[in-house]
């Protein structure tokens, strides 16, 4: 038996009653892989359709593979389903390149195939050449070891099933299927240019290597790929681990403790912050300067503040390392009358609580007031003056240095605003007392629970 055809039916006979959607572009390696497939079927029990993405990329001859792949399922009688994708608008939105955002759509897509079929398992036509490419292209980009360990056999997404049964079959076996069973195909002209690294890898570097190691280069670098997977599978473990014991996340904010992190060796470090990264923006590549940008805040002693995305930010102090969604500061003034009794705002850095009466509690900044219909408090503005004495005002921003405030915390800083008068700055001044209880009215307590910290200077 030919390589090819044995492992399509090791693959199928191990998924053998299942609803099996096939990816199919059209070109060569997906056709025989389709070919060999519809040999199987009757002695495997697989129920195949297959599934073709349209990118948006390439115009007619796009048009042409779509229209080529139909034909050829309706000629041999299986299911065949289409689905177009506008690849250069994701690359607008997302800043990625059109292979790397050909590649996230076309995986959604089939998956939305999977789901609207009832399909169990999406089979690629993945080969050994192409896995050597994967990790060249991922070592030259500067990858570390999860770079390195390829592609697998079968990966999971959510319900379903990745399955890559061509991975250990090298390309001139594909060929040979091909020839002899005569199997037509399309030829993608993009694969020709240049101007794409995968092509640049396959059509100088690949020949180069091939012609000083051999053609069992396939073999060795997979075989490569194999054991770092396994290594990799079990620093990730120990990452996650360390991950659960210093990062605490929400829908706004993941704080990093910075003293639990650094105990730990530097590849662990990058790992935990590689995880952050995914779980906030699992669509964005992170590589490795992004990485470490944010390792370095967390091993300097001093605060500091980055720009992570549109959307996210990462800020330091001397203690933790902050990832926070942006905030449009002209849209944080907030009446306290609408924080009803047990509602808690969290921000970034503090929580903010409204009770009636309420105790004194430690390491809490509290002030009470009655009048809490007119009552607001927001971020601090330049040029925003506190009262700090009978006589005398002085500038928050001078509260700032005179305190040592961390340019981090600034901010966002939360004042306290009475008819348009600060009245409080929390952990920085005491609250203004003017007399506006009457007598019998209700009084609130309103509490800033700083996170972390006694006040702004334990973060210098």
């Known amino acids: 038996m030919d390589p ?13 009653d299942s609803r099996i959607l096939f990816a199919v572009s059209g070109g060569r390696d997906s056709m025989v892989m389709i070919h060999a497939a519809l040999a199987c079927r009757e002695f495997s029990g697989v129920e195949i359709h297959v599934g073709h993405v349209h990118h948006g990329l390439r115009g007619e001859t796009a048009d042409r593979d779509a229209s080529f792949v139909k034909t050829w399922c309706e000629n041999v009688g299986i299911p065949i389903h289409i689905r177009q994708v506008d690849a250069p608008e994701r690359m607008a939105q997302t800043g990625e390149g059109a292979e790397e955002a050909a590649r996230a759509l076309r995986y959604d897509a089939l998956l939305g195939m999977c789901k609207t079929y009832g399909l169990h398992v999406i089979a690629t036509a993945h080969h050994a050449q192409d896995q050597l490419e994967t990790i060249l292209h991922h070592v030259f980009r500067g990858t570390g070891m999860r770079g390195m360990r390829g592609m697998k ?34 030829h993608d002209e993009t694969n020709d240019l ?18 000083e190691f051999g053609d069992h280069l396939d073999d060795t670098v997979g075989r490569m ?21 210093c990062v605490v996340s929400s829908r706004e904010i993941v704080t990093i403790v910075k003293q639990t992190l650094l105990m730990h060796h530097v590849a662990l470090q990058r790992r935990v912050v590689k995880l952050v990264l995914e779980r906030l923006l699992p669509l964005q590549s992170w590589e490795y300067r992004d990485v470490e940008r944010i390792r370095e805040l967390a091993t300097g002693g001093e605060a500091g503040r980055q720009e992570l995305s549109s959307e996210w930010q990462v800020a330091a102090t001397n203690r933790l390392v902050r990832l926070e969604r942006r905030v449009d500061v002209s849209r944080c003034g907030f009446a306290l009358q609408h924080l009803a009794h047990g509602d808690c705002l969290r921000f970034s ?5 409204v009770s009636p009466e309420g105790n004194t509690l430690k390491n809490v900044w509290q002030m009470r007031f009655a009048a809490l219909a007119e009552l607001a408090f927001r971020p601090w503005q330049t040029g925003d003056r506190v009262r700090v004495s009978a006589t005398r005002e002085r500038l928050v921003s001078d509260l700032f240095n005179t305190y ?22 929390p952990g ?24 972390f910290l006694n006040n702004p200077a334990d973060h210098v």
Not at 225 to 245: G, H, K, N, T
Not at 349 to 353: A, C, I, K, P, V
């Open 153 to 186: 056999m079968v990966t999971a997404r959510g319900a379903f099933l990745i399955a890559r049964p061509l991975l250990h079959v090298r390309p001139t076996a594909l060929t040979a299927y091909q020839c002899k069973a005569s199997v037509p195909f399309v």
């Open 4 to 16: 090819v055809t044995e492992a399509l039916a090791q693959f199928m006979l191990r998924y053998s």
């Open 225 to 245: 790929a194999e054991v770092v997977r396994e290594e990799d599978d079990a620093l990730q473990q120990m990452a996650q681990a360390i991950a659960r014991q």
């Open 404 to 425: 040592r405030v961390p340019a981090p915390l600034r901010r966002l800083y939360p004042v306290f605003v009475y008819r348009g008068r600060i009245l409080w700055v």
């Open 194 to 211: 240049l101007d794409y690294r995968r092509n640049r890898i396959r059509h100088t570097i690949l020949p180069l290597l091939r012609a």
């Open 428 to 451: 920085l001044t005491d609250p203004i007392d003017d007399g506006l209880q009457k007598q019998g009215e209700m009084v609130y307590t309103i509490s800033v629970h700083p996170i």
């Open 349 to 353: 850095w503090f929580h903010l609580t």
